[in-house]
């Protein structure tokens, strides 16, 4: 499904015809969006990892005291 529901139900109800550059425009609108968030994330999983090694690191510091 490359429509949300509601454009679908709009889409029906006015009789316009899904134009395959109709799909097109819609597929490179969630692909860019895709990327947006996997940019996110990456990021997310930085911070985390990066979160990860200092807790690490005053674990081992806490065990050589």
């Given amino acids: 499904m490359l ?7 709009q889409s029906s109800s006015k009789s ?3 134009t395959i550059d109709d799909v097109k425009k819609r597929l490179k609108e ?4 895709n990327m947006l968030e996997q ?14 090694r ?5 674990k081992t ?3 050589n005291e």
């Fill in 16 to 18: 316009k015809r899904i």
């Fill in 3 to 9: 429509l949300p529901q509601s454009e679908q139900i």
């Fill in 39 to 52: 940019i996110e994330i990456d990021s997310f999983e930085k911070k985390v990892r990066a979160y990860q």
């Fill in 61 to 63: 510091k806490k065990t």
């Fill in 30 to 33: 969630i692909e860019q969006k």
């Fill in 54 to 58: 200092k807790v690490e690191n005053l």
